[in-house]
T-cell receptor, first 110, second 119 residues
């Protein structure tokens, strides 16, 4: 039972355009959501998070949106840069334990 | 240290041998997690330590896998009688104690991982 799903294994975007990464979850007990970025041969790096009491959190070029009724969150990166190319994992937390999605490979072309 | 550290960074072993992987969490973090990432796969939860509570071992794939956390800090993941399917990157993460008022304490910080190759 995969409680957190990233249905797009990959995404390709032109530099300067918006990247939208999506994530769906099934467990209504999740109350905190995170996005991590992972480069090859490195551990995941925390990127941005959102509490379930909010519907939007913005940090520079990165914005996370949460739609609780749809059990859906998304990460927007604008403008996208070639250095953003990495694997992006969404994660959801219930009482401290994170459940991760399968990841989406983002490629930003110059 | 400033972040989570893991050792060794790479480990090559022969099938049937035992291996030990080490994780040093961020100082003051009471929660520690082990994950693995096999080639082309997502992050697979293995085990979770929270303070003095009994660990959550629900993700361990077989009884060949075990983990300890001594003194509430350093953790060792042991794989006995390694198999080729154990080849993966093993990642450790730590976080603060869960704060009901501030769930951002759930944010996990990862180490660089140990790449295990079983020949």
């Amino acid at each position: 039972d995969q409680q957190v799903k990233q249905n797009s294994p990959s995404l390709s975007v032109q530099e300067g355009r918006i990247s939208i990464l999506n994530c769906d979850y099934t467990n209504s007990m999740f109350d905190y959501f995170l996005w991590y970025k992972k480069y090859p041969a490195e551990g995941p790096t925390f990127l941005i998070s959102i509490s379930s009491i909010k519907d939007k959190n913005e940090d520079g070029r990165f914005t996370v949106f949460l739609n609780k009724s749809a059990k859906h969150l998304s990460l927007h990166i604008v403008p996208s840069q070639p250095g953003d190319s990495a694997v992006y994992f969404c994660a959801a937390s219930a009482w401290g334990k994170l459940t991760f999605g399968q990841g989406t490979i983002l490629t930003v072309h110059p | 240290g400033a972040g989570v550290s893991q050792s060794p960074s790479n480990k090559v072993t022969e099938k049937g041998k035992d291996v030990e992987l080490r994780c040093d969490p961020i100082s003051g973090h009471t929660a520690l997690y082990w994950y693995r990432q096999s080639l082309g796969q997502g992050l697979e939860f293995l085990i979770y330590f929270q303070g003095n509570s009994a660990p959550d071992k629900s993700g361990l794939p077989s009884d060949r896998f075990s983990a300890e956390r001594t003194g509430g800090s350093v953790s060792t993941l042991t794989i006995q009688r390694t198999q080729q399917e154990d080849s993966a990157v093993y990642l450790c993460a730590s976080s603060q104690s869960r704060d009901r008022v501030n769930p951002s304490t759930d944010t996990q910080y990862f180490g660089p991982g140990t790449r295990l190759t079983v020949l």
